[in-house]
């Protein structure tokens, strides 16, 4: 999974944060596509941000907002199906800094920024959203009808000519089982 580079630093000058609420935003260009549960997105060219950040004393409360598009293929038909990608994701900072003098997560996700830190970086909090928010299951359209197993046929442009009973071999599965029981049946029916 690559890491985009960002050519606009999505980052929040820490002299800023007065107490109070203040809101950022950034229309950032992404471009390439992404490796992810098996499958490629292709990203739309901007990401648009939005960022709210409250501080309260040595408290910091960053709530992100993004939306976006990538196009990946649809799981039932593999036509390309165009998605729209939408996130808030909120994280806690303090200001109280670490004793490693690092940024790192705690067990109540408090993250601790460095004393001598200067910015918030967002580039790592919004990336992990961005790519958790992707769906593992993309359809072109909630009722696309797939392609037939037996001939490869796209069903959404036309029925294909395959026999009904062998369209589907999970069916024929179902017609051995069904076998099976009638079967059973016939002794106990003729007793
Ligand atoms: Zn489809
Ligand atoms: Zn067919």
């Not at 910091?60 to 990538?70: N, P």
């Not at 293929?73 to 390309?80: E, K, Q």
């Not at 705690?106 to 992990?128: G, K, M």
């Not at 009904?164 to 076998?179: F, N, Q, S, T, Y």
Request: net charge negative; proline share 7%.
């Amino acid at each position: 999974m690559t890491f985009p580079d960002w050519k606009i630093a999505p980052t929040i000058p820490l002299a800023d944060l007065v107490e109070g609420v203040r809101s950022y935003s950034w229309d950032l260009p992404l471009e390439g596509e992404l490796e992810h549960w098996g499958q490629t997105y292709a990203w739309a060219p901007l990401l648009h941000v939005e960022a709210e950040v409250a501080r309260r004393g040595e408290g910091i409360v960053l709530t992100l907002l993004f939306s976006g598009g990538a196009v990946a293929r649809c799981a039932r038909c593999l036509s390309p199906a165009p998605l729209a990608i939408e996130g808030k994701v909120r994280y806690f900072y303090s200001l109280r800094g670490s004793d490693h003098g690092e940024t790192e997560f705690t067990d109540d996700q408090i993250l601790f920024l460095d004393r001598s830190a200067r910015e918030i970086d967002l580039a790592t909090p919004l990336w992990e959203s961005l790519v958790l928010s992707l769906p593992a299951v993309v359809l072109c359209r909630e009722d696309c009808r797939g392609l037939c197993p037996c001939c490869g046929a796209d069903l959404n442009r036309e029925p294909c000519h395959c026999p009904v009973d062998a369209a589907d071999p999970r069916l024929e599965a179902l017609r051995e089982l069904e076998g099976l029981r009638d079967d059973k049946e016939v002794p106990e029916g003729g007793n």
